[in-house]
């Protein structure tokens, strides 16, 4: 099948099919005319390829794992494992970090809201001692 075909069946981008070539991820067979051809095994390799980029994998950590599993189930290609727990290390480095942001994001906003509500209180205060048009008693 053509690379249009191909986009069309997976739901991915000429572009995308292109680039995925280009890291070694798809390897089609060139025509004569020079037109890419890619077997019918071509679909289930760009559905993992796409499961894969879901989980959060680079194409680079793809690459070094992608032939094994298209062949063999994940549980028999070793080089599958490091790269999980690599990936999970690096999520709790992600969620660690995000939740230092939230976290002084949260400390930001009761700041603000302490000094506004500090600022209204005292503006209530002073216009209390005004008189009707606004002129402070100052006892003379």
């Not at 069946?9 to 025509?31: D, F, K, N, W």
């Not at 969620?95 to 949260?106: H, M, P, Y």
Request: negative net charge; proline residues 2%; aromatic residues 8%.
């Amino acid at each position: 099948m053509k690379i249009g075909e191909l986009a069309r069946r997976t739901g991915v981008s000429i572009r995308s099919l292109r680039y995925y070539e280009e890291q070694g991820l798809l390897a089609p067979v060139r025509a004569d005319n020079g037109y890419r051809v890619y077997s019918p095994f071509a679909v289930e390799q760009v559905e993992r390829i796409q499961f894969y980029l879901g989980l959060g994998f680079s194409t680079e950590q793809l690459a070094g794992f992608l032939h094994c599993v298209l062949q063999h189930k994940e549980a028999f290609c070793r080089d599958v494992l490091p790269v999980y727990e690599s990936k999970i290390a690096e999520l709790d480095e992600q969620i660690r970090l995000l939740s230092s942001i939230k976290s002084n994001l949260e400390e930001r906003v009761r700041s603000i809201v302490a000094e506004r509500h500090e600022a209204e209180t005292n503006r209530t205060e002073r216009d209390k001692g005004a008189d009707s048009d606004g002129h402070y008693d100052d006892g003379r």
